[in-house]
Nanobody, 115 residues
């Protein structure tokens, strides 16, 4: 059974940093793409960052230069380092992976950027 568990969210002031973690079980995580999505109140879920089996990455324009997605294959964990956080980064952040035609999601972790 595939499980994804996020952690690391919280309340941070503008300009601060957070590091999100997504731990996988039930799969050989490193051979599948993984992504971090976020959903703010009243908005659609959006892809923030993705990492692929060759470790190439993609980012939405609004986070380029501020967020970094990485993976630790031995720990089956994907990270999202978020720096220079802005109030508009406030959202529930979800980890996801796709295996074949099936998308798997974690439960989400809240990130709030506020003074």
């Amino acid at each position: 059974q595939v499980q994804l568990v996020e952690s690391g969210g919280g309340l941070v002031q503008p300009g601060g940093s957070l590091r999100l973690s997504c731990a996988a079980s039930g799969i050989i995580f490193n051979i599948y793409p993984a992504g971090w999505y976020r959903q703010a109140p009243g908005k659609q879920r959006e892809l923030v960052a993705a990492i692929f089996s060759d470790s190439s990455t993609n980012y939405v324009d609004s986070v380029k230069g501020r967020f970094t997605i990485t993976r630790d294959n031995a720990k089956k964990t994907v990270f999202l380092q978020m720096n220079s956080l802005k109030p508009e980064d406030t959202a529930v952040y979800y980890c996801s992976t796709r295996i074949g035609r099936t998308d798997y999601w974690g439960q989400g972790t809240q990130v709030t950027v506020s003074s």
